[in-house]
């Protein structure tokens, strides 16, 4: 019998959570899939938001699936598919991350993680930002790690900054920059359970020193556009809905990440180089 595909929960922790949503107007397509939901934009022909919930408690440590495939409830005009993929350098990446789902009966467990590798969880990103030892990576380790250890639940945010100067490349305009928040409940002594969230962005964009990264299209000589030394910042929750057009303003309240008060991107955001830098 076939597993309910029952999405993100939003009730998942004390606090209620709703998935950030666009307040522009955008059209979007709600897409449960198990223990996580994706607002695809068809326009874009990638998420806008997607919502994880994960058990900390209850996670399970199982082998990577790879079968890359188009979700069968939307047209597959709508989804970036293999055809953006292929003959270049750009990976899949996992915007609900692979293992973050992975939790509870085996069964449910081993759905979920097949369930990540449908394009709709997909978007364009440099193959050494994707695969690399760098910081993205390992925040996405420290916050699963985190959950695991201390048993605790833990809901995730991720999503491309769909800008409306992205190149376009085979149809497909690239984002350059990826945004993540995670959010928890906290406990200090003897007080209630305290909703506390912390917001990230990495920038694999022009806008920083391009390089080559050989990305070539072997069959029309299309060159995408050139991605940068991938760096991660964390960054004030409201900056995110801010830069992204999405509703965030729960997730916003509950930041614990001290702004300094200017109205300068660049002397409010906070270029992570070490793990022990990130505020929680």
Request: charged letters at 25%; hydrophobic letters at 45%.
């Amino acid at each position: 019998m076939a597993l309910i595909a029952d999405g993100y929960r939003s009730d998942f922790l004390t606090a209620d959570l709703p998935l950030p949503r666009p307040v522009d107007g955008r059209e979007v397509v709600e897409l449960p899939y198990i223990h996580f939901t994706i607002l695809l934009d068809p326009a874009r022909r990638l998420a806008a938001a997607t919502g994880v919930n994960i058990d900390g408690a209850a996670l399970l440590d199982l082998k990577r699936a790879d079968d890359w495939r188009l979700d069968p409830r939307v047209p597959a005009s709508d989804q970036a598919g293999e055809a953006l993929y292929a003959r270049n350098d750009l990976d899949r990446g996992h915007l609900v991350r692979r293992r973050d789902p992975v939790w509870g009966a085996p069964d449910v467990a081993a759905a979920a993680n097949d369930a990540t590798f449908v394009f709709t969880n997909a978007a364009p990103q440099a193959a050494p930002f994707n695969q690399g030892p760098n910081l993205w990576v390992g925040l996405e380790d420290h916050v699963l790690e985190y959950a695991s250890a201390h048993e605790q639940k833990i809901s995730v945010f991720t999503g491309p900054v769909l800008a409306d100067d992205d190149i376009v490349y085979r149809g497909i305009r690239i984002p350059r920059r990826f945004w993540k928040i995670a959010a928890w409940m906290a406990v200090d002594g003897s007080a209630a359970p305290e909703l506390r969230s912390a917001g990230f962005l990495l920038d694999q964009g022009p806008s920083l020193d391009a390089i080559d990264l050989g990305l070539r299209d072997v069959a029309g000589g299309e060159t995408p556009p050139p991605l940068g030394p991938f760096l991660t910042f964390q960054v004030p929750v409201s900056d995110i809905g801010a830069v992204t057009g999405l509703d965030v303003g729960l997730l916003a309240d509950a930041d614990r990440f001290e702004v300094v008060a200017t109205g300068r991107e660049a002397e409010r955001w906070i270029l992570l180089t070490d793990g022990e830098q990130i505020m929680l």
